[in-house]
């Protein structure tokens, strides 16, 4: 029997890092218990880290669950078609009270090679930045393996790559290859394939309350990289009440809304829509049914649900699959 769908929220699942700090709490209002909390996992798949439903009827039923009785009206037939029974996306908010380790992702291709997984092409919005701080986003000229490789055993790796000072409502986007890492100081959302396949390059000698280093992946890396200057940062419009769009590639369209008032919102059955309200508050109203919303809140609206309106005053990101 088919169940009735409804906007959907979930549990943060939460991940305690080596560089996270306490902002998760103070800032987007996740109920994390540990001074070094470095993500917030708002909508997963990933194996052993599935989201549950946190509101509703459906609440206690996980992701995959709900995928798997009703794929079409969850996901949409563009998005079964092209990945069958599969979320393809991740959702997270990071803090980084630390700098994060130099890292890359592979692409589809060596991802599925080596780890029967997903690549990891994704997006950052620049949630909150103290002053100064800053992102690492490819190489500042074109680089090679062999110049790569002795920049980093010299610990000069820094000297080569791209350093951006960046403020709230910064978007960058980051190819698979990118060398990259988020810099201290920064609350980010992230939007991201399904995918928890990471190389370390360089953790800046850094160690643990147990006094280990990190692994790095040094090799793996090397076929990975993508050795040209990227521009990754994305300019977008702010039209009020609107959809303005920031990112389109194979894996996720992102739009920003910058909610004044009241806007209605017409979706087909394609794709379903990620609601991630990174300021201000807001109402959907679908069906006569209202679902408050707060900086921080996460929600998924199944693609069945076609017809609904947005109020309040809030920058909402808004993701689906074109």
């Given at each position: 029997m088919q169940k009735k769908l409804y906007p959907l929220q979930f549990d943060p699942i939460l991940k305690e890092r080596i560089?996270?700090?306490?902002?998760?709490?103070?800032?987007?209002?996740?109920?994390?218990?540990?001074?070094?909390?470095?993500?917030?996992?708002?909508l997963s798949t990933v194996e052993g880290d599935c989201s549950v439903i946190a509101n509703g009827?459906?609440?206690?039923?996980?992701?995959?669950?709900?995928?798997?009785?009703?794929p079409l009206d969850v996901l949409g037939t563009?998005?079964?078609?092209?990945?069958?029974?599969?979320?393809?996306?991740l959702f997270k908010f990071l803090d980084a009270r630390e700098d994060l380790s130099i890292q890359v992702h592979p692409n589809d291709a060596l991802a599925k090679k080596r780890h029967n997984s997903f690549g990891k092409t994704e997006m950052w919005y620049v949630m909150q930045a103290d002053p100064k701080s800053r992102?690492?986003?490819?190489f500042k000229e074109d680089s090679n393996p062999t110049e790569y490789l002795q920049k980093l055993e010299?610990?000069?790796?820094?000297?080569?790559?791209?350093t951006k000072e960046v403020q709230k409502g910064d978007v960058f986007f980051l190819e698979t290859g990118t060398v990259h890492a988020i810099g201290a100081g920064l609350?980010?959302?992230?939007?991201?394939?399904?995918?928890?396949?990471?190389?370390?390059?360089?953790?800046?000698?850094r160690k643990d309350a147990q006094g280990n280093t990190r692994e790095l992946h040094v090799d793996l890396a090397l076929e990975a990289i993508?050795?040209?200057?990227?521009?990754?940062?994305?300019?977008?419009?702010?039209?009020?009440?609107?959809?303005?769009?920031?990112?389109?590639?194979?894996?996720?369209?992102?739009?920003?809304?910058?909610?004044?008032?009241?806007?209605?919102?017409?979706?087909?059955?394609?794709?379903?829509?990620?609601?991630?309200?990174?300021?201000?508050?807001?109402m959907l109203k679908i069906d006569d049914e209202e679902y408050d919303y707060k900086t921080g809140d996460t929600v998924l609206i199944p693609a069945a649900l076609q017809l609904f309106t947005l109020s309040g005053k809030a920058s909402i990101l808004e993701i689906y699959i074109s």
């Amino acid at each position: 029997m088919q169940k009735k769908l409804y906007p959907l929220q979930f549990d943060p699942i939460l991940k305690e890092r080596i560089w996270g700090g306490e902002k998760l709490k103070s800032l987007l209002n996740k109920p994390i218990v540990s001074s070094i909390t470095g993500e917030s996992w708002e909508l997963s798949t990933v194996e052993g880290d599935c989201s549950v439903i946190a509101n509703g009827d459906l609440k206690g039923t996980t992701l995959m669950q709900i995928i798997e009785e009703q794929p079409l009206d969850v996901l949409g037939t563009r998005v079964f078609h092209k990945f069958g029974k599969q979320f393809p996306l991740l959702f997270k908010f990071l803090d980084a009270r630390e700098d994060l380790s130099i890292q890359v992702h592979p692409n589809d291709a060596l991802a599925k090679k080596r780890h029967n997984s997903f690549g990891k092409t994704e997006m950052w919005y620049v949630m909150q930045a103290d002053p100064k701080s800053r992102l690492i986003v490819g190489f500042k000229e074109d680089s090679n393996p062999t110049e790569y490789l002795q920049k980093l055993e010299s610990k000069e790796i820094l000297t080569i790559l791209d350093t951006k000072e960046v403020q709230k409502g910064d978007v960058f986007f980051l190819e698979t290859g990118t060398v990259h890492a988020i810099g201290a100081g920064l609350v980010i959302a992230e939007i991201q394939q399904t995918s928890d396949i990471t190389y370390r390059l360089y953790d800046f000698d850094r160690k643990d309350a147990q006094g280990n280093t990190r692994e790095l992946h040094v090799d793996l890396a090397l076929e990975a990289i993508n050795y040209k200057k990227v521009n990754t940062q994305k300019e977008y419009s702010k039209t009020s009440n609107h959809s303005n769009g920031v990112v389109v590639c194979p894996y996720f369209t992102t739009n920003f809304i910058p909610l004044d008032g009241k806007m209605e919102v017409t979706k087909d059955k394609e794709s379903f829509t990620v609601y991630m309200v990174v300021e201000g508050s807001c109402m959907l109203k679908i069906d006569d049914e209202e679902y408050d919303y707060k900086t921080g809140d996460t929600v998924l609206i199944p693609a069945a649900l076609q017809l609904f309106t947005l109020s309040g005053k809030a920058s909402i990101l808004e993701i689906y699959i074109s």
